[in-house]
């Protein structure tokens, strides 16, 4: 069963806040509801009107956004609000009835090269996961039918999958230009099928650092400096490498050497230019914003 974890992000409208979560919420389309009655397909959008704050609910891949009135401020309720939302989810109670649910779901998927000769980049029209997985082989990727499924073409490497795209790593046997629209078709049909790409229970990126000692942003109480150095990553790099089709994540810092170690994931990994951009730009950066405190960063799979 899933479990579900909320992190409240304000918008650009002061009445408005999003209640992102870890999972995708609902797949075929995104929905509004003005009122209780509006929401007669939604149990969750209905439970929400209970509350006399609410004017109205969207729901979307893998966020709710509340409109509130003026009666309240979110300062005072988002934390209530949240708590109940999370609760709702983690009872397995339906969120949204979808309809036509034996339809095909609509969705595009383009092919993207990547700074990494080996790794193409599928970018789908819709959000697909709420995390990032990485799959080095057939055995790690017993918990994602769509990995499993890639894996079963003989020149696929390494697949990494995260929010909207599938990056996918191969051997040198084959070419880009010969295979790159079979893969293609092969990842747009699995998304309009339906088809789960990823089990409830697998594990992310991030969980699977954590349970390696290998620390992220959360569970593992870190420094001063580390946060610091997490909190740059996800503003300013995360970002960057992730239009590239790959991840970075922030392993451990050592304060006697300075040493920020790194893990590179997707079209990073192994990638001819990573050491450059390592050194470039990550490293750069972090000696620029953070002054003596870092004297080099390391990726530790390459």
């Avoid at 609000?81 to 949204?96: C, D, F, K, R």
């Avoid at 990638?271 to 990550?282: A, M, W």
Wanted: include cysteine; proline fraction near 4%; charged fraction near 25%.
């Amino acid at each position: 069963m899933k479990e579900y974890s909320i992190t409240v992000v304000k918008t650009n409208n002061p009445n408005i806040l999003k209640f992102e979560t870890n999972h995708l919420l609902v797949q075929r389309k995104n929905y509004e509801y003005k009122n209780i009655d509006d929401a007669n397909n939604s149990p969750l959008a209905q439970q929400l009107f209970y509350l006399p704050f609410i004017k109205t609910v969207y729901i979307s891949g893998d966020f709710i956004g509340l409109e509130r009135f003026d009666i309240v401020q979110w300062e005072d309720v988002k934390d209530e609000v949240a708590q109940q939302l999370v609760e709702y989810l983690n009872s397995g109670e339906p969120i949204v009835l979808e309809e036509d649910m034996d339809k095909p779901i609509p969705v595009t998927v383009y092919a993207e090269v990547t700074p990494n000769p080996s790794t193409m980049k599928f970018v789908a029209s819709k959000k697909i996961v709420g995390s990032s997985f990485e799959f080095k082989n057939i055995d790690e990727a017993k918990d994602s039918k769509l990995a499993t499924a890639l894996f079963q073409f003989p020149f696929v490497k390494q697949v990494f999958i995260d929010e909207n795209y599938v990056s996918v790593s191969k051997f040198d046997v084959a070419e880009w230009d010969d295979i790159t629209v079979e893969l293609r078709e092969a990842i747009r049909n699995f998304i309009a099928d339906g088809k789960e790409i990823v089990a409830d229970n697998a594990k992310s990126s991030a969980e699977v650092q954590v349970s390696e000692t290998v620390s992220t942003e959360s569970t593992i109480e870190l420094d001063e400096t580390s946060q610091e150095i997490v909190d740059i990553l996800e503003e300013y790099v995360k970002p960057a490498v992730a239009s590239d089709g790959g991840n970075i994540m922030f392993k451990s810092y050592d304060t006697e050497s300075k040493t920020v170690n790194v893990v590179l994931q997707g079209a990073c990994s192994g990638c001819p230019s990573s050491t450059f951009t390592l050194k470039n730009g990550i490293e750069t950066m972090l000696k620029n914003m953070m002054g003596d405190k870092v004297n080099e960063v390391v990726a530790v799979n390459g």
